[in-house]
């Protein structure tokens, strides 16, 4: 079992910048994938961005590309989203997840541990 708890959302000005973080516990963090995925009300969950095992492949989301970082620390068991240039419809609340695979990784299915989420709000 993987344990994953995210923090760092918060409500931001548009333009401005969060920087979220998932703290891993449980088994071998540095032998997952990990994602970024995010629910705004009344929608669904949609991929954000993903960093394979050892940070070498990384995925954006068209939406999010040039604007957020996804990164990991192994040795902190930790991944992170820099959310920079915040815009209204950014607002949501985030969720990191482990997968097992970098395969398909911005499909939701693949991913097999999930934090509680973390609320980003961007007003304009």
């Known amino acids: 079992q993987v344990q994953l708890v995210e923090s760092g959302g918060g409500l931001v000005q548009a333009g401005g910048s969060l920087r979220l973080s998932c703290a891993a516990s449980?088994?071998?963090?540095?032998?997952?994938?990990m994602g970024w995925l995010r629910q705004a009300p009344g929608k669904e969950r949609e991929f954000v961005a993903a960093?394979?095992?050892?940070?070498?492949?990384?995925y954006y989301s068209d939406s999010v590309k040039g604007r957020f970082t996804i990164s990991r620390d192994n040795t902190k068991n930790t991944v992170y989203l820099q959310m920079n240039s915040l815009k209204p419809e950014d607002t949501a609340v985030y969720f990191c997840?482990?997968?097992?695979?970098?395969?398909?990784?911005?499909?939701?299915?693949?991913?097999?541990?999930w934090g509680q989420g973390t609320q980003v709000t961007v007003s304009s």
């Open positions: 960093i394979n095992e050892n940070g070498g492949r990384i």
């Open positions: 997840a482990g997968s097992s695979t970098f395969y398909k990784v911005t499909t939701l299915h693949v991913y097999d541990y």
């Open positions: 449980g088994r071998a963090f540095s032998s997952y994938a």
